[in-house]
């Protein structure tokens, strides 16, 4: 097996910002699995939940370290794969690009797209979010305008846990309100940017205002309050930045009520599979989340989205140069198309 690997750097057409920052923009790894005259593709997307970060420069070591060491594997030979790359400790977002790189392969391999391989059914994936990152409330109707005039909006995700406080939430809330479509869905991240009792007068505020779920609002660090924030909140808690893979499901699963799952998190297609399946045994509901990932990695999301109960794969959409295309939306649903493995293809003047 042939393995090569290629930086590319991508530019949000709006930056995002959140509690812990802005970002504008990333360099991401294109890796590519060549046997049989197949090349199945992934993608590896630097990211930081606050507590962990991932950057591209210790990705792509890990990333060499796997080629060289994968050089006598077979795509087929998964499991002996996910032994050795788990073997070696590498980070979770090089574990998702050889991964899904494998996924792509074995669709390839056998002629058909991932989702019809894994027997799933189009017409259950919903439609996926919008994001509007925290700024001034002119900012962010602004923001919103530009993603209804850009595509079908069914559903938005409203970025807060400003440091300037739950005021200027409120305000900023406040102001899109009236500019939502119709009938979306609309849902609350505050990336772990409110203390207990912000979260609870937040929770109350928000739910009298139509919001569906509410997620990360307390830090990671805070992870010993989600029981208290669990029986007293009229919201969902949904969590993100503490939950990982299958192993953390279970240890917080009586105290929220869903997970956000993301590729670079979780390691793959492979372990989003097992998250599905351990959270559906904890009765829990199910996300699909993005960092700042390119049509490759929400391609390969949207090719399980089926088994979701709420998307937000929108980053490639707020990209100025997205070198990729998979996935296409339909009535605000990513929808994989009929071609196979995951279906991508590269711009031509990428």
């Not at 709006?14 to 199945?40: C, H, M, P, Y």
């Not at 559903?155 to 846990?161: A, D, I, P, R, T």
């Not at 505050?190 to 997620?215: I, P, Q």
């Amino acid at each position: 097996m042939k393995i090569e690997l290629e930086r590319f750097t991508v530019h949000k057409r709006v930056a995002l910002t959140i509690s812990r920052g802005t970002k504008a923009g990333s360099t991401n790894l294109w890796v590519k699995f060549q046997a049989d005259g197949i090349e199945g593709w992934g993608e590896a997307s630097p990211f930081s939940t606050g507590a962990q970060i991932q950057t591209t420069e210790q990705i792509e070591h890990d990333l060499q370290r796997l080629a060289s060491a994968l050089v006598h594997y077979h795509p087929l030979q998964r499991q002996a794969i996910e032994g050795l790359v788990s073997e070696m400790d590498v980070v979770s977002a090089a574990r998702a690009a050889v991964d899904v790189a494998l996924h792509d392969w074995l669709g390839k391999h056998v002629g058909l797209p991932l989702w019809q391989l894994l027997g799933l059914d189009l017409s259950r994936i919903g439609p996926t979010a919008v994001t509007v990152g925290i700024s001034s409330p002119a900012d962010a109707v602004d923001r919103l305008k530009k993603w209804c005039a850009q595509q079908q909006v069914a559903s938005v995700k409203v970025k807060l846990g400003a440091p300037a406080g739950i005021d200027a939430d409120k305000a900023m809330f406040e102001a899109l309100r009236a500019h939502i479509p119709p009938g979306a869905k609309v849902s609350i991240d505050a990336n772990g940017g409110w203390t207990l009792s912000d979260s609870l007068e937040m929770a109350h505020w928000l739910a009298a205002r139509g919001v569906v779920y509410l997620e990360q609002p307390l830090s990671v660090a805070d992870d010993g309050l989600l029981p208290e924030l669990f029986a007293r909140s009229p919201l969902p808690i949904f969590i993100d930045e503490s939950c990982f893979t299958s192993a953390d499901i279970h240890r917080l699963a009586h105290c929220v009520h869903g997970v956000n799952i993301k590729l670079m998190k979780a390691g793959g297609l492979s372990e989003v599979q097992r998250m599905i399946h351990t959270a559906s045994a904890c009765g829990l509901q199910v996300m699909f989340g993005c960092y700042s990932d390119s049509a490759i990695s929400n391609t390969a999301l949207a090719h399980l989205s089926s088994l979701a109960h709420h998307l937000d794969l929108d980053s490639h959409f707020n990209l100025k140069d997205d070198p990729f295309t998979g996935a296409q939306l339909k009535d605000g649903a990513l929808i994989p198309n009929h071609r196979p493995g995951l279906g991508l293809s590269r711009h031509a003047e990428a």
